[in-house]
């Protein structure tokens, strides 16, 4: 749908829909919030940018000091080899703000700006809130048009970050071509409520109920990955009427604390030290072994925008809270109440969550289709072959068994 938004000027391209930057075709690494201020100066090429306008823009109004704003000038300015002394792409207007002076190529601008003109409402983003059972504030978006698809809430989320991220966006995009998306960020994560102590699968299950009737579906299809694997079986075993379609995704039957190898148990307990030590730590152990198993294949910039979530998505103990009870999750007395059509897919080289538990998941629920995607990544990404085959697999599933 946006495919064309690319701003390109001199070696380097900034590309919208995959949230990257790259210099002569290799991914350069850019925190979100440098790659938004990058793009609000080169969408306003030529035009004086004040400060006050940087803030709304990058910052959505909040309060921020100059020494952050320059900071972030700076980080623009180092991702595009520039500095304050050269300023060849950003300059400096003292007391008045920045110009972004670089010459854009101007075929490719004028066909980003039609485009960019011409976006239909449909994929602009509308945040909302509900409450859940137990007064926790749940925020959730719709984006799409088409057969009604719920995203299960897991571990981790942002709905703001996820709308800009290069591991996200492309995914929302795709599914947002044919199905109307609703999504949320779970309890104690994102812009939902950070000061609830209940994390029991019962709890994420009343959030996605609390979601559904918010957003007034009535009839829908649940796509639950990772953890929103068990939310998503135990909601369609309880309201078998309103699930017209059940997809799992790199989901489990029984979390890493409850399965009967004892290395899975070693590997929670240690994802949880580091976890406790190191969230949000620039160059800590936790963000290596975090972004090493959830996309061991993933470019500078999704690794980076995976990096990025955790500064934004939650606190280190609630970080703990939230990994301590989906690794105890136990969906194995659900698999036989499931009535709705259910598609089990899973990456056959997942580091996060075994083939095993995708296999399980699909033999104990009656009727599953089980499809497997050629893939090391938990989350699967635009650049690899199982992308295509991912959402082959959704829309047949979800459109030629309606």
Known sequence: MIAGMIYRFGPYALDITRHELSCRGEPRPIEPQVFDLL??????????????????????GRIVSDSAISARINAARQAVDDDGTRQAVIKTVPRRGFRFVAALDPNETVAIR????????????????????????????????GMPLVRAGHWLTHLEHDWHSPVWRPLLDEL????????????????SDWNVEDYSLSVFVDDLAAVVDAAGLDRFAIYGTSQGAPIAIDYAARHPDRVSHLILHGGYVRGRMLRAAAAEREQANALLTLMRHGWGKEGSQFLKAFTALYIPDGSLAQ???????????????????LRTAVDNFDATELLGKVETPTLVVHARNDGVHPLAQGRKLAAGIANAEFVMLESANHAILPQEPAWQTLFEAIRGFLLETR
Not at 42 to 60: C, H, M, P, Y
Not at 176 to 191: E, K
Not at 309 to 314: D, P, V
């Open 303 to 321: 690794t980076g925008s995976l990096v990025e979530l955790q500064r934004l998505t939650t606190s280190p103990e609630n970080a703990v809270k």
């Open 176 to 191: 947002g071509q044919t199905f109307a998306v609703t999504r949320y960020d779970q309890r104690g994560n994102g812009l």
């Open 114 to 145: 039609e485009s960019a003109a011409a976006l239909p409402e449909t994929v602009r983003q509308r945040v909302r809130f509900c409450t859940s059972r137990d007064g926790t504030s749940i925020a959730y978006a719709t984006t799409g048009t």
């Open 39 to 60: 793009r609000h100066m080169v969408e306003n090429a030529g035009r004086l940018v004040s400060r006050d306008e940087l803030i709304e823009a990058v910052w959505a």
